[in-house]
């Protein structure tokens, strides 16, 4: 069955785009890769409308920080979302299995509990190279493709307020 364009779901744009604040927070390991993320994610919620003044960007060491600082900034901001880069390359140990774990697990926990949406953009490569491609455009950009999901989200979000939002049966 071909789907005509009357099928397809328009995403609506944000309600008081002015007022949404993002949090963007980048481990500075593989900082030349990790930069290129958060130049993209940035750019890209220009884009669509976010106010440079609503972008708040915090660096981290690495990346099994960014569960913690994403912890403190929803604490401590009036944030709508956050998106978390960095940059985890495979090593010749089991190491970045355990790093890029801890924070796929710490960062969806903080989605759920927080009801915001909390956007995992690390980078799990076998090579440098791959980062690269993956950070430069060569093979998108993985900061710009994260800017576009918390946007996502935050539509979904703001779709849903005021509608009874149970989960389970009626």
Known sequence: MQMKKSDVKVFTP???VHKIKVAVITAKWHEDITN??????NSKLLEHGIFQ????NIDVPGAFE????????LTHQNIHAIICLGCVIKGETHHDEFINHAVAQGLTHLSIL?????????????????AVERSSGEKGNKGEECAVSAIHMLIVQQNL??????????
């Open 14 to 16: 944000l309600k008081d």
């Open 36 to 41: 290129n993320l958060k130049e993209g994610a």
């Open 53 to 56: 003044e609503n972008i708040v």
């Open 66 to 73: 960014l569960p913690q600082a994403a912890k403190m900034v």
């Open 114 to 130: 927080s009801n915001k949406p909390v956007i995992f953009g690390v980078l799990t490569t076998l090579t440098y190279d791959q």
């Open 161 to 170: 307020t005021g509608h009874d939002q149970k989960i389970g049966f009626t």
